[in-house]
């Protein structure tokens, strides 16, 4: 089968970043779907993986997490899903990726495709969809008020790939105010188009533009990037007993900043449940399949930024150079082989 992998760590400039492979089909068996992958979308944790995952010596790293596609083989174990099902979802960190034609994945961390996109369109939202919804409901919890706070999430790096679905999945299934981050006049607009209720700008001390807005000290700020930046800004402009969740790997913070205001900070790693086999583990086939009906109720929609047609090594190698410049808007999605 087709892939793209890397036998060697290198910056996304060299020629063997990434590289055009064949690879054995794998087989599907336990609770293992063999999916036929269609289309993928590339996260920061791709490049962030690129550069510090080595391969086994003489081997090759395939990555990629999140895929649409359809099953082709069950193993034997399987409850959930049937061959021919269209599925998406966005894999495990501890195991071979989605940038290959034919892709091994747990059931239980699969949902089905909504049937009102493209499979492009759905291979936008896993990732960013588990990550954001952990992050809301199950780590902050928005949709528990702060007593004396302002009702109000504060979602820093609001047009990113995480920023984006989360602003949807606020206003979906919350009564917060959405205060999210942009700062160039494409990307503000649109957070505002995806339900932003107000925007700061992010290259400006983030307290001060909070405050100017008149609706109080925040309950709640999900910072999906540059933490370590905005870190003392949020510290201030955060109500006491508030919230604070974070998804990146900010340089050190320190955190007894936080303790004046008994405010509590939760991470989020949507590859936890995987990664560990926790007794939870299937609340992302749940969510990713109410995700999926939400889409085709009308109330979530992708949030593809760009398509950078099929997938082999040197679309990926673009994908992988744009996001490492900070300006991607939205996600960048990859179809076919």
């Not at 109000?152 to 105010?177: E, F, K, M, N, W």
């Amino acid at each position: 089968m087709k892939a793209v992998g890397y036998r060697a760590s290198h910056s996304i400039e060299h020629p063997e970043a990434l590289l055009d492979l064949t690879l054995d089909k794998p087989t599907a068996s336990g609770r293992d779907l063999l999916v036929r992958v269609e289309a993928v979308s590339v996260n920061p944790v791709d490049t962030k993986m690129r550069l510090r995952s080595q391969p086994e010596p003489g081997g090759v790293k395939v990555l990629g997490w999140d895929a649409a596609g359809t099953v082709e083989a069950v193993g034997s174990d399987t409850t959930l899903f049937k061959p021919g099902d269209k599925v998406f979802y966005a894999g495990a960190i501890g195991r071979s990726g989605t940038n290959a034609e034919y892709h091994l994945v747990d059931e239980r961390i699969v949902g089905r495709r909504p049937a009102s996109l493209s499979v492009a369109e759905a291979a936008a939202l896993p990732l960013t969809a588990i990550t954001a919804w952990e992050a809301l409901f199950d780590r902050l919890d928005i949709r528990k008020p702060v007593p004396g706070a302002a009702n109000a999430l504060l979602i820093v790096g609001g047009a990113g790939g995480v920023g984006s679905i989360a602003i949807q999945l606020a206003r979906q299934l919350s009564d917060v105010t959405v205060i999210a981050t942009a700062s160039r006049p494409e990307t503000q607009d649109w957070v505002k188009e995806l339900g932003a209720h107000h925007v700061v700008d992010h290259t400006r001390p983030l307290a001060a533009q909070v405050a100017a807005l008149g609706i109080g000290a925040p309950a709640f700020v999900f910072s999906t990037t540059q933490t370590d930046r905005h870190f003392d800004d949020i510290v201030g402009l955060i109500t006491p007993q508030g919230r604070f969740g974070l998804i990146d790997d900010p340089e050190p913070i320190d955190v007894m900043k936080l303790k004046r205001k008994s405010v509590s900070l939760h991470w989020e790693l949507m590859f936890t449940r995987s990664l560990f086999g926790t007794a939870d583990m299937i609340k992302q086939h749940e969510l990713l399949n109410d995700v999926s009906a939400l889409v085709d109720a009308g109330k979530l929609k992708t949030t593809l930024g760009e398509h950078f047609g099929k997938i082999d090594a040197a679309n990926l190698r673009r994908a992988h150079a744009l996001l490492e410049s900070g300006k991607a808007r939205g996600k960048i999605v990859l179809e076919g082989f």
